[in-house]
């Protein structure tokens, strides 16, 4: 028998995913990039940092709204769900799912090569 409490664990990642790119709070994960690089906390460079991955974080929420209608609805809910488990989330690692996602699926699609051009083999 499956548990209650498991049940409520598994259930949001059987949940649809929105039809625009999510919110996430990147806040933690530009702050330990910026302390990464700094020498405390207390380090001007540090604030920079952060500033400057914020930035980042958010030009690529800017592309991801734009590219969003080209990834497929299962690209979509399997990397949302991918960067919403556990640990920090990040619109840099939720585009570079949906790219790779996306390259694989048109792999499937692209014919193979015609013979001429396939390398031969050595005996």
């Given amino acids: 028998m499956i548990l209650p409490s498991v049940l409520a664990l598994g259930a949001p990642l059987l949940l649809p995913v929105a039809e625009s790119v999510p919110v996430l709070n990147v806040e933690p994960v530009c702050q330990g990039i910026a302390v990464q690089g700094g020498g405390s906390f207390h380090d001007p460079a540090v604030a920079k940092e952060k500033q400057d991955c914020l930035q980042s974080e958010q030009e690529v929420r800017d592309e991801l ?8 609805a299962a690209e979509k809910n399997h990397c949302v769900n991918e960067s919403r488990m ?24 692209e014919p193979p090569p015609p013979p001429s051009a396939r390398p031969r083999r050595r005996r």
């Fill in 86 to 109: 556990g640990g920090d989330s990040s619109y840099t690692e939720l585009l570079t799912c949906l790219e790779m996602a996306h390259d694989v699926r048109n792999l499937g699609s």
């Fill in 65 to 72: 709204v734009k590219r969003w209608s080209t990834f497929s």
